[in-house]
């Protein structure tokens, strides 16, 4: 029984950017929003879109990306047929190899998507926030009876050296692909979201494994050599939100626009596209007397004595009498103890911030740095961490770290 | 693989007491009663269960047991989905004359088949209206070194309000007990007493070979009730051991303690000891995290995943979302799922059921001894 379209989602980057909160995970599992980790985002957007059938291509630090996707139920993808598979590196007769680039992950596959003999293959990328209707890609993808579609959004003309760009002409076939161009010749960003014809995607995957000198990447190789033969391709445009998590200040970002999402675009109150996650099964959040909570996103377990501002707090975050949370984002199990100040800041999974110690800043003109303090650390009582510190190692009471 | 000697299977009677609270199972069951902001009662013994290995667990749904069916589904979030044993449901068999459940013993009789094909050497009945994070291998460990026939849970508390001002017999039995050495040598049906009784939590465990005889014999002779009709004449005969329970309880006798054991949980004290054991399991809605936007007041809540809060809110709980716009105060209020609260609405001491909507401006009150309930999808 063959699959129209499955998915194939590249998570195996190590998110190094984000340093002292991918130590010890890979970056899509990096937790967001609250009660999400970033790869609920391509995962409910894959089952919303009606594909139930995905690969999870994992390298760098898998065991709690593992743990968190288990059988997939969270998502129902839970399936007789199809659901979801963790595809690590694996040995074979002839040898084994890690995967030497985005491309040579999927060729490593092959067999994997021959299983379901799909007419059509999406990639996806495990490090973006976006809400995305991918049977709408499909569609368009079909209409323009392409071989190959990529996601773009239009981006400021002054950014768009930043990007990979596409080139196309009016009818959105691609006539060129300029990767981070001095000067951009278009302002249609990829996104790193295509479609592929399978049978295209696997003579080129073929074709790329061949060639010694390819570096096996979909930009820097697959999307060239397309190009070079004259493929139909076409840029799908996209213009919802969308946002690439991969630096602390994004990331940071990303989860304050949620607190905003009138203006953001980014409404995790859809009834119509909801974002699925693994629960955390903990009872509803307090917030006691005494406690403020002002414009804020609270899950279960949480227990409020402080005050919070503007912050968001995963669950089972514990703020103590006194302390005060602003423009703040509190993963999960995290203890802020009486009298701490808590600001503009990332604050990972089960820290203690000891007795009024100080995280962060407040913005002033000469410093915006979001202070980042990794997963398990213990920030001592009345110790200092500074706007720009990135803290993943204990730091003792009365301690400064900058 | 069936653990031999100390294993047990779970029954569940859903139903029980349902009289005491005619106003929150209009729509359901005693078990499907909203609790705590985010559960259902049944939740609290099917996640003791569970973690006391009890994977084996019957369900005698009787009446208005849709809302049940949901709730629980195949029994996956409390990982029930098993191959041997997992999650049954055994509403009355509809025969020619269908005829409900009316005691334990006409309702086990229609699994006796069953009983009898399983492997577990115990059995656990309970009811659903009590409230507890139990532990139900200390008392599976008691009951099999008191070399008991019976043991029965109970707990040391003045008997409730409602049941002492009930007039006749029609909202049910409860039981208390006489007790020497913790054997139980007198069962009291709805008794009067004034003062601290060991009251029963209705909690048995029996080896499940003397159960399925118990009931043949009982059914036989056309009696009904477990306690009144078949315990109690044979109190002498019988080693019916009682089991003290000091762990943190709530049982729901009416609408006052419902309130009342909703609002004890804004207290840390007893949020903790109720949930200082094992996680309790309720189905996932995949809410989002609750928002505070600019202008909310909160103070002393409890409140659910999935809410949208503007207004200001006081001593409350509030399931899963929960609307309360711009404006509007809430206080001491049980919310239930997806009620709203409309801009500059004023509402104190009610309980508002599921889907339940205050119009923008309305004022609506009740009072501390006597909060108003709110039926389902109502739009005041």
């Known amino acids: 029984m063959a699959k129209e379209m499955i998915a194939m989602l590249l998570a195996g980057g190590q998110g190094s950017r984000l340093y002292a909160l991918t130590e010890k995970l890979a970056k899509p599992a990096v937790p967001f929003g609250g009660k ?43 399936r007789l047929y199809g659901g979801v598979h963790v595809l690590p590196p694996y040995q074979k007769a002839s040898g084994s190899d890690w995967y030497k680039g985005t491309a040579n992950a999927i060729y490593q596959n092959i067999s994997f998507i021959e299983r379901y003999d799909p007419q059509y293959v999406i990639i996806l990328s495990g490090d973006q926030i976006c809400k995305q209707d991918y049977s709408d890609f499909l569609k368009f993808h079909k209409e323009k009876n392409a071989e190959f579609s990529v996601a773009v959004m239009e981006v400021p003309w002054e950014e768009a050296s930043r990007f990979g760009l596409m080139v196309a002409d009016k009818d959105d076939r691609i006539t060129e692909f300029q990767e981070k161009p001095k000067n951009p010749k278009s302002n249609l960003a990829s996104m790193g979201i295509y479609i592929f014809n399978w049978d295209i995607l696997r003579k080129y995957l073929e074709e790329d494994e061949a060639d010694a000198n390819s570096e096996n990447d979909f930009g820097n190789n697959i999307i060239p050599n397309l190009l070079k033969d004259n493929r139909r391709m076409y840029a799908y445009h996209f213009n919802g939100y969308w946002k690439d998590v991969g630096t602390i200040s994004s990331l940071w970002e990303a989860n304050m626009e949620i607190l905003d999402p009138e203006h953001s675009g980014i409404n995790l109150f859809d009834e119509d596209w909801k974002i699925y996650s693994r629960n955390s099964g903990m009872t509803g959040h307090k917030v006691s007397a005494g406690g403020v909570v002002e414009n804020s996103m609270i899950t279960d377990g949480c227990r409020i004595k402080g005050e919070v501002k503007h912050s968001i707090l995963f669950a089972g975050v514990r703020v103590e009498e006194g302390a005060v949370i602003e423009d703040a984002v509190v993963m999960g199990g995290t203890v802020i103890k009486a009298g701490a100040t808590v600001k503009h800041c990332i604050v990972a999974e089960n820290v203690t911030i000891g007795e009024n110690a100080v995280v962060g800043a407040m913005p002033t003109e000469e410093e915006n740095g979001v202070a980042t303090v990794g997963a398990g650390v213990t920030i001592g009582d009345n110790a200092k961490v500074g706007p720009k510190a990135m803290v993943n190692k204990n730091v003792g009471g009365g301690e400064e770290e900058w | 693989m069936v653990r031999s000697n100390t294993s047990a299977l779970g029954i569940i009677f859903p139903n029980s007491y349902d009289a005491l609270v005619p106003d929150l199972v209009n729509v359901r069951l005693m078990a499907s009663i909203p609790f705590a902001s985010r559960y259902r009662l049944i939740d609290f ?28 589904d195949s029994g996956r979030e409390w990982d029930l989905v098993r191959k041997n044993g997992g999650l049954h449901i055994f509403p009355p068999f509809m025969e020619k004359s269908a005829k409900p459940y009316v005691g334990r013993v006409g309702a086990l009789s229609n699994i006796l088949d069953f009983l009898r094909d399983e492997k577990e050497k115990y059995v656990v009945i309970t009811d659903t209206n009590i409230v507890v994070n139990f532990d139900f291998d200390d008392m599976i460990r008691a009951h099999i070194e008191s070399g008991a026939d019976v043991t029965i849970a109970y707990n040391e508390q003045e008997l409730p309000e409602s049941f002492l001002k009930s007039q006749a017999n029609d909202l049910g039995y409860y039981y208390t007990f006489g007790l020497e050495k913790g054997r139980i040598r007198k069962i009291y049906v709805n008794a009067k007493d004034a003062g601290v009784q060991n009251v029963s939590m209705n909690m048995f465990v029996v080896e499940r070979e003397l159960l399925i005889d118990m009931i043949n014999t009982a059914f036989v002779r056309g009696q009904e009730y477990f306690e009144r009709d078949v315990l109690l004449p044979q109190l002498d005969k019988l080693n019916v051991q009682a089991y003290k329970y000091e762990g943190y309880i709530a049982r729901i006798c009416d609408m006052k303690s419902y ?24 189905k996932i809605r995949d809410d989002n995290p609750t928002r505070y936007i600019e202008g909310a007041k909160v103070q002393n809540v409890m409140v659910a995943d999935g809410c949208v809060i503007e207004g200001e809110v006081e001593n409350s709980i509030l399931f899963r979302g929960v609307r309360v716009a711009k404006g509007a105060k809430v206080r001491n209020c049980i919310l239930m799922q997806d009620t709203v609260v409309e801009a500059g609405a004023n509402v104190e001491y009610l309980v508002m059921d599921k889907n339940v909507t205050i119009t923008a401006g309305k004022d609506m009150k009740g009072t501390s001894t006597y909060p108003v309930y709110i039926g389902k999808f109502q739009v005041v």
């Open chain 2, 259 to 282: 309130f009342d054991e909703n609002m004890k949980l804004l207290d840390d004290y007893n949020l903790d000891a109720l949930f200082s054991g094992g996680p309790i399991y309720t």
């Open chain 2, 45 to 72: 013994i099917l996640s003791s269960m569970t973690h006391c290995d009890i994977n084996n667990i019957s369900v005698m749904v009787n009446n208005n047991y849709h809302s049940l069916m949901d709730h629980l």
């Open chain 1, 36 to 78: 999400y980790r970033i790869i609920d985002f391509p995962l409910s957007n894959c089952v919303n879109s009606g594909i139930d059938t995905v690969g999870i291509l994992t390298q760098y630090q898998p065991l709690v990306l593992n743990e968190y996707i288990g059988n997939g139920q969270p998502w129902d993808l839970d």
